[in-house]
């Protein structure tokens, strides 16, 4: 089994900042990509920044040069540093790693998914 664990959320003010992190913890074989999407109410969810296992990174032009993607591939954990937060960045952020588990002689990869936490921006 499988586990996705979220922490970091919660409430700053405009132009703050927020360090979301995300461990993944069971059966585990191995990780490749890993990343964060979110959802605003009303919106659809959309992909926040994602890093492969190599180590490359991507990002929505709407965060770019005020989030960064990292990992820490012995701890099975991706952050999500969030600097500069504006109003727009309110939404619940989801993080996702793709990971390979075995069954039997078999390697099975899917995403996994965490439960989510709360980012708001507000004075």
């Known amino acids: 089994q499988v586990q996705l664990v979220e922490s970091g959320g919660g409430l700053v003010q405009p132009g703050g900042s927020l360090r979301l992190s995300c461990a993944a913890s069971?059966?585990?074989?191995?990780?490749?990509?890993m990343g964060w999407y979110r959802q605003a109410p009303g919106k659809q969810r959309e992909l926040v920044a994602a890093?492969?296992?190599?180590?490359?990174?991507n990002y929505v032009d709407s965060v770019k040069g005020r989030f960064t993607i990292s990992r820490d591939n012995a701890e099975n954990t991706v952050y999500l540093q969030m600097n500069s937060l504006e109003p727009e960045d309110t939404a619940v952020y989801y993080c996702y790693s793709l990971i390979a588990t075995t069954q039997g002689v078999a390697v099975r990869r899917r995403n996994y998914w965490g439960q989510g936490t709360q980012v708001t921006v507000s004075s």
């Open positions: 069971g059966s585990i074989f191995s990780i490749d990509d």
């Open positions: 890093i492969t296992g190599g180590g490359s990174t």
